[in-house]
DNA sequence: AATGAATGAGAATTCATTCAT
DNA sequence: CATGAATGAATTCTCATTCAT
């Protein structure tokens, strides 16, 4: 993923100073999307100085590239990247972990990852895709281990498809569901999802 | 939902400008996100004068209501709003025409809904929002009759929000799954919801 | 030469106020230089709305290619260009004619020419020089004529250069001469280059 | 003229540094020009901390100072100045020496010193112009006693003026020329004020 | 009802300069 | 004496909107 530059020599300052801005973008981005959200309005609230902010970013869109990164780099918890697996027992377990650490924690930013599409360059656009797409491939992955099934179907890739939707999306219309606690639409979809997958796993034993 | 002002009095003339100018800023929006697109550009595509534009909306965010008016009032072709109730079998074909409807026809303005959430003020967000909470419960209520139960659960309703989901958002993230047929998609998705709906009915059959 | 972009329909204004524009920016420009005017003084010395600006040229560059457009266009009042040749009976004539136009009327402007080179982008900087070199040329060829010599020697194109050299800076450095009347300055350099001119013919006359 | 202030106490450090930075500066000026140069770029460019210049120089503009000071020394090597008178035979040699100096070393800062006359604050202008002015007077004396005149005419001071205007300018406008040798511009050049200066020599005889 | 020009506030970004260590 | 981060004013340009015809 492309670079952001800087000005700033010291690197612990680059990462300090790059998270207290994006942080500070991240509320109002969502708040009020990414374009009528101003430079100032987000130095003012980052307590950076203008100036600065170009010291650290080379430009508006640079937060939006930062934020990203952060983004995929905490999902890749729950997946290897850089080879490190994460740690779960079963499919169920794969589930609901991967949900509580969408749904609860980067709840802002990954919302803000499916609002602001359109404001990326193509470049970075396709690369977050990119991304995105093998991730799904992973996760299907795990899908065919925990079933024990010799391939990854079609249906498989699609069920992958459909957790990684549900993770991204849960969040964003949090707004419907306000009245139903957080931990029963955790194991609704749960249960959701290990229906669909027993169902899928039983099929392709009886072909 | 709020009236948009106009100073022309032929209506029908102010139906047709609306809609030439609209269906130009749709595809703008949807492409550049809203605030990146200028008035000039989207009068210029819709081949109306600029001065003009402002006798036929109040503002550029009048053409986003005027969306989303548009937007509400086809989703209402399968649901009953002004109580013409739409025309299906059981649930299964509930579920197909919902989603044929939702992935093929409006793709883009049902994509640019979710997109521009942000651009709109609050007033306005807030009614998009009810209109689209009323829509889940009717839909939580098709379910409950066709699977011929005695009230809506939240597990019902749970589901019933999941379909609203899979349908606003399947056209979102059309990029991951552009290998496989849309075809193919649609009955994996019917599958799905089939399936959860099923085990819903069996589980409270037993209580 | 690079066109300019307008959105103003009506070419009558647009051609009197970006003469409007660009008279009152050649003062500051010859005062302070190109850089260190800003555009906001500009538009306030030429009356003219700071945004409105941008609907009669395409960027503050611009505003240099129109003033060097107008130099070029009066330069060729007293060149062929387009096929009208300048009128004129003899050497001594074209001399005086050339200077007494130059000296007097685009003062400013040709300074301007000289002075702001480097603030050209290099494709238009290009352009200029081209003119230019045409431009001595065609001189060279007058002079060629003039002293009925059967082809242009490497010293009559020297001496073209150096004609139009002299037009060039001397309202460039009227600084130092400015105790000296304009007639008498007039007087030295025609003679000047007639005694090189005479001396030139001479010397190809015995080869 | 006016002394540019520093903090630093060691002078020879000052010398070397203001060096270093000024012929770093003087290569961008003469591409970009003073305003389009960054001191980012001057100081990256001259191996010297962005902070530092503010030691060894009081502002942007001393840069231009200081180069225009140096420029003025380097000419003095072929005028008397502090008294010591440069080394010729006669005019001839004075010709010749004045414009290979002009023409081959300084070049850059020649240069610099017409293009960015803007941008100096108008009381270091004076200072300029006024250092000019001597020059030409010197250059003219010079005329005089090497064609044994009586008095400075009118036509010699012009003479004169014409000199340094062509040692200032031929190095501009090498561009027009760049197909002819150095070496034979030189000729004409030289060969050229001889013939004027003869020809006003036998007036001034005859009268 | 349509046209096209005008308006002015506000946007992102750059830059010379200063300051603390 | 050197370093590198901070400052904030200024700059070019864009844009939604209004106005006069």
């Known amino acids: 993923m492309r670079k952001i530059k800087t000005k700033i020599k010291n690197p612990d300052l680059v990462e300090k100073r790059r998270n207290q801005i994006s942080q500070a973008a991240l509320a109002l981005f969502r708040e009020k999307g990414f374009h009528a ?11 950076v100085n203008l ?38 027992k079963d499919i169920e377990d794969l589930l609901r972990l991967s949900m509580s650490n969408a749904w609860s924690r980067d709840n802002n930013a990954i919302q803000l990852l499916y609002q602001e599409t359109t ?3 193509k470049k970075t656009r396709k690369e977050v895709f990119q991304i995105e797409s093998n991730f799904v491939k992973w996760v299907a992955e795990k899908f065919r281990e925990g ?7 079609t249906e498989l890739e ?6 990684v939707y549900v993770n991204a999306f849960i969040p964003l219309r949090g707004w419907n569901m306000s009245h ?15 229906t ?12």
Chains 1, 2, 3, 4 share one sequence.
């Open 119 to 121: 404001s990326l360059d």
């Open 147 to 153: 079933l024990s099934l010799p391939s990854v179907s």
């Open 180 to 194: 139903i606690k957080q931990e029963e639409i955790l194991d609704f979809a749960v249960g959701m999802f290990m």
């Open 51 to 88: 100036g600065s902010f170009y010291d650290y970013f080379g430009s508006k869109e640079d937060i939006l590239v930062h934020l990203y990164k952060e983004i995929m780099n905490r999902k890749l918890h729950w997946a290897p990247a850089d080879g490190k697996p994460a740690d779960f």
């Open 37 to 47: 959200t101003s430079m100032r309005t987000i130095c003012q609230k980052a307590k």
């Open 196 to 207: 669909i997958l027993k169902a899928l796993s039983q099929r392709e034993a009886i072909r």
């Open 158 to 163: 699609l069920a992958a498809n459909m957790l």
